[in-house]
């Protein structure tokens, strides 16, 4: 009998749950825009692509393929492996959920939210439990090291909330401070690394921030947790979350043409310098700003030890 490689099985199941992916969301999250007169076509760095359904085609490069890895692959030039951690990276996929989202998969009351080529679009935030504030608060406070006061402004300001699952809720606003997303981060000590966006999120059409009145310098941070940690460290700016390493925000050419001073304070890890890297070129007046530590939580964190 041919022994069981379970490196092999393990690749081979990340596979699967990458391939699930939406290719539209997946050029989002790349920081592709799509062209303004045909929804199916990208500009990308790669040059004009087009999708249907699983399929994808470069149109500069005479090229097509089909599915999440082989585009990933398309746009980075990673190799394969390189390509699914990059999408579990991109999505916040976790080894621990390749089984529960298997099983999920197939039953159709609980599809994976990036499985419904595009159809779940209304906005459906956690619903909202007031008697399990006192445990978002301990877990921002003690493990993250926010002050009191700062946690206490975010909740006063309804921009934080906790869940029925004790889950920190924190809302992406946009034009008219109107709630167009949210990040959810876990409190749990067994899951601090948990974290999503509430299915329907819109993050072209806003963000999660935090400023210092009058502020006119914007400090771009990969999470509302880190841009948190950064306002709390340097408070005189307007701290932003981008709610994942992106190197195009929809929304940076309003900060851009506003002339503020703009800084991309992304994680100091393959991914963020990456990211970086892409946005000052997409956008040379940018300046990279990078925290000590592998991001700036840990930075505030390191300095309340």
Same mark, same amino acid.
């Given at each position: 009998m041919t ?13 699967d ?12 999250r790349?920081?592709?825009d799509r062209?303004?007169? /045909? ?10 692509i087009?999708i ?11 090229f097509?393929?089909?599915g ?5 692959m398309?746009?980075?030039g990673? /190799?394969f492996?390189?390509?699914? /951690?990059?999408?579990?990276r991109?999505?916040y996929l976790? /080894?621990?959920s390749?089984n =529960? ?7 159709? =009351? ?27 608060r ?5 493990r993250?090291?926010?002050?009191k ?6 909740i ?5 909330y ?11 606003l946009?034009?008219?401070?109107k709630?167009?997303?949210?990040e ?5 000590d ?7 966006l509430?299915t ?18 914007v ?8 841009a ?5 460290l340097?408070?005189?700016c307007?701290?932003i ?11 940076i050419?309003?900060?851009i043409?506003?002339?503020f001073?703009i800084f991309?304070?992304?994680d ?9 890297n892409r946005?000052?070129e997409?956008y ?6 990078r ?12 300095k309340?030890?």
């Amino acid at each position: 009998m041919t022994p069981c490689n379970c490196n092999e099985i393990e690749i081979r199941n990340r596979a699967d749950m990458a391939r699930t992916i939406d290719l539209e969301e997946l050029l989002k999250r790349s920081g592709c825009d799509r062209y303004r007169f /045909d929804k199916n076509k990208w500009h990308t760095p790669q040059g004009a692509i087009s999708i249907k359904g699983e399929k994808f085609f470069n149109w500069n490069a005479g090229f097509g393929g089909g599915g999440a890895i082989s585009l990933v692959m398309h746009l980075t030039g990673y /190799d394969f492996k390189s390509s699914i /951690d990059w999408i579990f990276r991109h999505f916040y996929l976790s /080894d621990i959920s390749i089984n =529960r989202n298997r099983s999920a998969a197939c039953n159709k =009351r609980n599809p994976h939210p990036h499985n419904d080529k595009g159809k779940c679009k209304t906005l459906r935030l956690p619903p909202r439990d007031d008697s399990k504030l006192f445990q978002i608060r301990r877990y921002l406070m003690h493990r993250r090291c926010l002050p009191k006061t700062v946690v206490d402004y975010l909740i006063d300001r309804h921009v934080l909330y906790a869940d029925d699952k004790a889950n920190a809720v924190f809302l992406l606003l946009g034009k008219g401070k109107k709630v167009v997303g949210a990040e959810i981060r876990g409190t749990n000590d067994n899951f601090r690394k948990w974290y999503a966006l509430a299915t329907g999120t819109k993050k072209r059409d806003g963000c999660f921030y935090i400023r210092d009145k009058g502020a006119k310098k914007v400090v771009l941070c990969e999470s509302a947790i880190d841009a948190v940690s950064y306002f709390v460290l340097h408070r005189k700016c307007l701290a932003i979350s981008t709610s994942g390493a992106n190197p195009n925000p929809y929304w940076i050419i309003y900060f851009i043409n506003q002339g503020f001073e703009i800084f991309c304070a992304f994680d100091a890890d393959e991914t963020g310098e990456r990211t970086a890297n892409r946005m000052r070129e997409l956008y040379p007046m940018i300046k990279r700003l990078r925290p000590e530590k592998h991001d700036w939580n840990d930075v505030l964190r390191s300095k309340e030890l």
